[in-house]
C-alpha cells in the first residue's frame, strides 16, 4: 500500500466512522477500488484509533463525570418501579450495561476470529451484508415509538447485535441504534 491509497482509506474511515453505515465494509470495498489489500490487521487497528481518540476527546467532560461517579460508588444503582435506572441520578448503572453489552463482542469475537478475519477478504459478502444493514436501517421507520429506557436485557440483545456487527458491512452504530429501537428504547435519552 503506497501514502496515496492510506490517505484514501483513511478518509474513509473517517467520513463513515460516525455515520449508522459500516466504516469496516467500505475499506473493504475502498480496497479493492484501489487494488490493494492490507495483509494485516494494523492499518484498521491505527484508524479505529484515531477514531476512538477523537471521541474520548469530544466527550472527555461527560466520561470523566460518569467514571469518577462510577468510581467513587460503582454499585449506586437503584432502579424504578419497572427495573429502569436514570442515567443522570445513576451513571453506574449506565457503565454497567456498557460492561454487560460488551461481553457479547468480546465472546464472539475470540470465537469466530477466523470467520471473520475470511470475512474481511471477500467483497462480495461485503456487499450483500451492506445491503441486509441498509433493509434493517430502513425496517426501524416502522417501529412504533415506545419511549422507555434502557434495561440489562436490552444491554445484552444490543451487545449481540454488536457482535454480528462484526461482519463487515454491517455497522455497530446501525445495529446499536436499530436494535435499541426494536426494543422501544427511547431514541432521545
Given at each position: 500500500?503506497n501514502?496515496f491509497?492510506?490517505?484514501?482509506?483513511?478518509?474513509?474511515?473517517?467520513?463513515?466512522?460516525?455515520l449508522p453505515?459500516?466504516s469496516s465494509?467500505h475499506?473493504?470495498i475502498?480496497?479493492?477500488?484501489?487494488?490493494?489489500?492490507?495483509?494485516?490487521?494494523?492499518?484498521?487497528?491505527?484508524?479505529h484509533?484515531g477514531?476512538?481518540?477523537?471521541?474520548?476527546?469530544?466527550?472527555?467532560?461527560d466520561?470523566?463525570?460518569?467514571?469518577?461517579?462510577?468510581?467513587?460508588?460503582?454499585?449506586?444503582?437503584?432502579n424504578n418501579?419497572?427495573?429502569?435506572?436514570?442515567?443522570?441520578?445513576?451513571p453506574g448503572?449506565?457503565?454497567?450495561?456498557?460492561?454487560?453489552?460488551t461481553?457479547?463482542?468480546?465472546?464472539?469475537?475470540?470465537?469466530?476470529?477466523d470467520?471473520?478475519?475470511l470475512a474481511?477478504?471477500s467483497?462480495?459478502?461485503?456487499g450483500?451484508v451492506?445491503i441486509?444493514?441498509?433493509?434493517i436501517l430502513?425496517?426501524?421507520?416502522?417501529?412504533?415509538?415506545?419511549?422507555?429506557?434502557?434495561?440489562?436485557?436490552?444491554?445484552?440483545?444490543?451487545?449481540?447485535?454488536?457482535?454480528?456487527?462484526?461482519t463487515?458491512?454491517?455497522?455497530?452504530?446501525?445495529?446499536?441504534?436499530s436494535?435499541?429501537?426494536?426494543?422501544g428504547?427511547?431514541p432521545?435519552?
Amino acid at each position: 500500500m503506497n501514502i496515496f491509497q492510506a490517505l484514501i482509506l483513511g478518509i474513509v474511515q473517517g467520513l463513515t466512522e460516525f455515520l449508522p453505515v459500516s466504516s469496516s465494509g467500505h475499506l473493504v470495498i475502498f480496497e479493492h477500488l484501489l487494488n490493494t489489500t492490507l495483509e494485516d490487521i494494523n492499518f484498521d487497528v491505527f484508524a479505529h484509533a484515531g477514531t476512538l481518540l477523537a471521541v474520548l476527546v469530544f466527550y472527555r467532560v461527560d466520561l470523566i463525570r460518569i467514571m469518577g461517579n462510577f468510581l467513587q460508588n460503582p454499585f449506586s444503582f437503584r432502579n424504578n418501579d419497572r427495573g429502569e435506572a436514570d442515567k443522570k441520578e445513576f451513571p453506574g448503572y449506565w457503565v454497567w450495561l456498557i460492561i454487560i453489552g460488551t461481553i457479547p463482542a468480546g465472546v464472539l469475537g475470540i470465537l469466530l476470529e477466523d470467520y471473520i478475519t475470511l470475512a474481511f477478504k471477500s467483497v462480495n459478502l461485503v456487499g450483500f451484508v451492506l445491503i441486509g444493514c441498509g433493509i434493517i436501517l430502513l425496517s426501524t421507520r416502522f417501529i412504533p415509538k415506545k419511549r422507555r429506557k434502557i434495561s440489562i436485557i436490552d444491554a445484552i440483545l444490543i451487545g449481540f447485535a454488536q457482535a454480528l456487527a462484526m461482519t463487515p458491512g454491517l455497522s455497530r452504530s446501525g445495529m446499536t441504534i436499530s436494535m435499541g429501537l426494536f426494543r422501544g428504547v427511547d431514541p432521545v435519552k
